[in-house]
Nanobody
Framework: QVQLVESGGGLVQPGGSLRLSCEAS????????MSWFRQAQGKERELVATISTGRSTNYADSVKGRFTISRDNAKNTVYLQMNSLKPEDTAVYYC???????????WGQGTQVTVSS
């Protein structure tokens, strides 16, 4: 049974930082591209950042230079370091594991990030 469990969300003031974690189990972690998505209230889910199996990264324009995605294959964990947070970063953040070779795709339950003074 595949599980993706996010943690690290919370309330932070504008300009602050948070680090999200997503621990995966039940899958061969190092064979999956890992991504973070987010969904703000009333909006569609959007891709925030992706890290490939070869550790190539890609970011949404809105977070470039502020967010950093990384992975620790030994811990089956992907991270999202979020700096210089803005109110518009407020959303539920979801972890995603994807393997194109056999069309496997898994989601976590989400963690709330609220940026407010």
């Amino acid at each position: 049974q595949v599980q993706l469990v996010e943690s690290g969300g919370g309330l932070v003031q504008p300009g602050g930082s948070l680090r999200l974690s997503c621990e995966a189990s039940g899958l061969r972690f190092n064979s999956y591209a890992m991504s973070w998505f987010r969904q703000a209230q009333g909006k569609e889910r959007e891709l925030v950042a992706t890290i490939s199996t070869g550790r190539s990264t890609n970011y949404a324009d809105s977070v470039k230079g502020r967010f950093t995605i990384s992975r620790d294959n030994a811990k089956n964990t992907v991270y999202l370091q979020m700096n210089s947070l803005k109110p518009e970063d407020t959303a539920v953040y979801y972890c995603n594991a994807n393997r194109r070779a056999d069309n496997k795709d898994y989601w976590g339950q989400g963690t709330q990030v609220t940026v407010s003074s």
